[in-house]
């Protein structure tokens, strides 16, 4: 199999700094899905975590010149599209019930 | 077909009729339906066992035992069968049962007329009628033990059968109780039956001990031969069912059940069950002169023991019920010293006289509105002429006047023990003899202050004072000529006249060999076992010596309790020996050692075992688990906030935990 070079080596940047992108990213939406309360907001920064992983698949995905990080991707982001359906659905669902999506205030798990 | 492959019928037609009756007992059907089958099932048994025993005799088996084998109740390396056995000793229980389990049906008809529980009373009776015929026919240990035990349940809801006061029904667990401890070792004779010989069926056993003497005497357990071990397990079951010492106890308040029941179960049949199985087991006590020996210790000592008793009781049923105990004691001596068919003849003799004596003494009672004290009756002997003819009867015959049933059986006994030629054997002969006294004293004792003298209840048992019905003074005149006759069949002194020995003798025949009772015996004086061979001239001797203590004891009863004085007269006499009378009318305190020894002792042990062990290390234990438990999961469940995101922080924690796992 012949060796296709997605983007021209000497213009490269280090992988090193998309994992560090990456792991800011992860970071940032890790604190964000553990200390806010909207629903919504959680969803954003969980969405934030994932795409920091695609991010990290990519980088390595070209460092390594192999396409099955990328096709990782796409089966993320599918997942997370249907994950991000669901639970806004479940979020509708709650705040028809409770008029709120506090999840300081949806804690009937707990009984 | 011929009528003794009926067999099997004679036991079940009872049990048919103790079911029946049961499902009457809630329909409340007609009392005539009740009656008709409380005396159709127990007739036709009777009339089955005729005809089987008729074909036994007259249709050339007699020598031969049949058995008839119904279908095989276990296979694998244990076959038991539920299989009947007809042979000599079978028939004579078979006919006793029967035929008085007959006519005391017929009694309870009328004495039990008027009570709320008649077809409850009849279905028990019944189908203690199906666990004795059982208990007599059964071809093996097994069988006999479910007849056994059968016959103990029957006894126990009869004795509390009026179970609406408080004292009948913890006479009953009294009686189960302590058989309950005869029972067990019962079993373990079986068992070890069962490792030596791998079958319960008494023929291969008794067949197999007769001909390899060895097989019996070889060293077993504790020091015991296989014989003496066994025979003494069974033993120790019969003190149970027979009321022997130390078990004997549970038999006088056995008297708590209706009269009729005392008459049928703990006079007539079921108490001398025991003596049926150490007859039937002869084989084995004849491999072991030394229980033989212990056993004839512990019957004598019975006999003695519950006549004493006797003599102070004021209840009339509790002197029948020591009378009972101590003639069985008789048995037991009987047994001992190797005289089985005397035991046997005892056994018949006594079922007619002691069935009678307690129809009587119930038709007493009956006619007295259920007085049983005797120093509240007297006189009855002109309001109940039926009773107090066929009373007296049935007490000259325990009392062992000739011509009457019990002296030909006592005196056999008695001959027996002397003739024995066992250690001991003229100790035996000795307390027989006093016993003897002792009984016709107490006997006439009872029919003086019962029947003579003045009447000392209210006016108002006097007014009510009344003969039974026909239904109940038949069946006394009845067992009154059993009483008079059964003991007909065995005459002492004339040579060739003793036919109820030689009617037993297939199943008694004597085990020789080493280590067994003839062998030992034969030291002494040369003999077979249980023929007196004293000599005509000793037999008439000691025939005079028993016959003049009888005499001396009813002359000694007449002249304290005879006469229109005699009740006071009593009175005084047993003021006289105040320790004494003390002593014996307390049963010599025997209830009170053993409430001491054993009662209390075993509630304490409970006490400790239920609020020590049971409730403190079981429970706490079990507790203790529920606890930790509980405490685990409460401390687990502050975790639960249900706020989301702490559970996605544990999450978090977790992921971390783990990639840091893989990097290690």
Sequence with gaps: MSSVHLVNESMAVPVGWYLMLAAVLFGIGTIGALTRRNGISIFLSIELMLNAANLALIAYSRQLDQRTGQILVFFVLAVAAAEAAVGLALFIAVYRQRRTIDINRINLMRH | MQAIDFLWLIPALPFAGAALNGALAYRRAPKAAVTAVALGAPLASLLVAAACIGQYLGGGLYPQAVERIGYAWTTGALTVNVAFLLDPLAAVMLFIVTFVGFLIHIYSVGYMGHDEGYARYFAYLNLFMAAMLTLVLGNNYLVMFVGWEGVGLCSYLLIGFYYDQEFPPYAGKKAFIVNRIGDFAFLIGMFALIARFGTLDFTPIFHRLAAQPGLGTAAYAGGLSFAAFVGLCFFIGAMGKSAQIPLYVWLPDAMAGPTPVSALIHAATMVTAG?????????????????????????????????????????????????????????????????????????????????????????????MGGEQDMQKMGGLKARLPVTYRTFVIGSLALAGIPVFAGFFSK??????????????HWLFWGVGWITAGLTAFYMFRAV????????????????????????????????????????????PLLRGTDWFHRFLEPVLAVVQGAGSLASAAAGATPRAIGEGELGTGAELVLILLSVGIAVAGIWLARSIYGGAAGAERGLVFEERYPTLHRLLANKWYVDEIYDACVVRPLHGLSWVFYRVVDALVIDGSVRAGAAVTRATGDLGSLTTTGNVRNYALYFFIGVIVLFWWIAR
Excluded at chain 2, 323 to 334: C, E, I, K, N, R
Excluded at chain 2, 411 to 424: H, V
């Design chain 2, 411 to 424: 005196d056999e006994i008695l001959a027996a023990a002397a003739a024995s030629g066992m250690p001991l």
């Design chain 2, 448 to 491: 003086y202050l019962t029947f003579d003298g003045k009447f000392r209840g209210s006016h108002e048992q006097e007014h009510h004072l009344h003969e039974s019905p026909p239904v109940m003074t038949v069946p006394l005149v009845v067992l009154a000529v059993g009483a008079v006759a059964a003991g007909w069949v065995e005459i």
């Design chain 2, 275 to 367: 003596v049926y199985m150490a007859v039937r087991s002869n084989v084995i006590y004849q491999l072991t002169p030394g229980v033989s020996l212990f056993v004839a210790i512990i019957g004598t000592a019975t006999a003695l023991l519950a006549a004493t008793i006797g003599m102070a009781q004021n209840d009339i049923k509790k002197v029948l019920a020591y009378s009972t105990v101590s003639q069985l004691g008789y048995m037991f001596m009987a047994v001992g010293v190797g005289a089985y068919s005397a035991a046997l003849f005892h056994v018949l003799t006594h079922a007619f006289f002691k069935a009678l004596l307690f129809l009587g003494s119930g038709s007493v009672i009956h006619a």
